[in-house]
C-alpha cells in the first residue's frame, strides 16, 4: 500500500511512525528515547549521517522565533526590563526544547518523507517493509 504525501503529514501532526501509521516512535515511559526501529513494521528510524538533526534544527527554530527574539523585542520597547528578559530566555532556551522534544522528531519525520516519500518502506518498488540502512 502507498503512502501518501496527506497521510505522511496526518502522521507527522500525530507523532506516528511516517511508514505505518502507528504512535511507535518512542517506547512507552521514555520522553528522550527514539527506537531505533518501529515496533509495528519495522522501518529505521533512527538513522545515521546526522539524521538527529532534523529535529534540533526544528527546535532551534522554534525556540529563537517563539520565545527569544519576542522577549528580546519585549526588552528593547522597554517592556520588560534586562534581568526578567534574561531570565526568560534562559528558561526558554531550556524549557521549549525540552517540551518540544518529541513533537519535533514527528515534524523532522514527516518533512524529511514529505520530500522523499520514495524513501519509505512501503513506497519501495515492491512495497518492502524495511528500509535499507
Ligand atoms: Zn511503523
Not at 526544528?58 to 527574539?69: E, F, M, S
Not at 528578559?85 to 518523507?113: F, S
Request: aromatic fraction near 12%; charge should be positive.
Amino acid at each position: 500500500m502507498r503512502v501518501t504525501r496527506g497521510q505522511i503529514v496526518s502522521r507527522g501532526l500525530a507523532n506516528a511512525c511516517p511508514n505505518c501509521g502507528q504512535r511507535t516512535l518512542f517506547p512507552p515511559g521514555a520522553h528522550f528515547t527514539l527506537n531505533h526501529t518501529c515496533a509495528n513494521c519495522g522501518m529505521t528510524l533512527s538513522r545515521p549521517d546526522g539524521f538527529y538533526l532534523g529535529p534540533l534544527v526544528i527546535n532551534y527554530t522554534l525556540t529563537v522565533a517563539g520565545v527569544i527574539v519576542p522577549l528580546i523585542l519585549l526588552f528593547a520597547f522597554d517592556v520588560i526590563g534586562g534581568k526578567t528578559a534574561v531570565a526568560l530566555c534562559g528558561t526558554g532556551a531550556v524549557l521549549v526544547p525540552l517540551l518540544l522534544y518529541r513533537r519535533a522528531w514527528g515534524w523532522w519525520m514527516m518533512t524529511y518523507y514529505y520530500f522523499l516519500p520514495h524513501e519509505l518502506p512501503a513506497n519501495a518498488p515492491g512495497g518492502r517493509r524495511e528500509a535499507t540502512p
